[in-house]
């Protein structure tokens, strides 16, 4: 079954670089559309980032100029760069894909932007 893992989330301050991956399984990785999204407390789910099957990228007001979305297709891996934190980035990250009239989700991973 489809299934993807996210990773390399955790604690910074206000100002530095994170970088997170999502490892996809299950799924021919390169034809599908992969986006970001994020859940902070108490707030909806937001698209942060998302990248088409051929490359095109779109990115929310808020991270624009700030997180740069990329994928390697041979290592079925979505990877999402984070500079310049804010405490309000402060969420859980989902990696997702829609296929069919199915849609899947990670099980998230946790970034937190505090001094």
């Known amino acids: 079954q489809v299934q993807f893992v996210e990773s390399g989330g955790g604690l910074v301050q206000p100002g530095e670089s994170l970088r997170i991956s999502c490892a996809g399984s299950?799924?021919?990785?390169?034809?599908?559309?992969m986006g970001w999204y994020r859940q902070a407390p108490g707030k909806q789910r937001e698209l942060v980032a998302s990248?088409?099957?051929?490359?095109?990228?779109n990115y929310g007001d808020s991270v624009k100029d700030r997180f740069t979305i990329s994928r390697d297709n041979a290592k079925n891996t979505l990877y999402l760069q984070m500079n310049s934190l804010k405490p309000e980035d402060t969420a859980v990250y989902y990696c997702?894909?829609?296929?069919?009239?199915?849609?899947?989700w990670g099980q998230g991973t946790q970034v937190t932007v505090s001094s």
């Open positions: 997702h894909t829609k296929f069919g009239f199915d849609n899947y």
């Open positions: 990248i088409s099957s051929s490359g095109t990228i």
């Open positions: 299950g799924i021919i990785f390169s034809i599908v559309a």
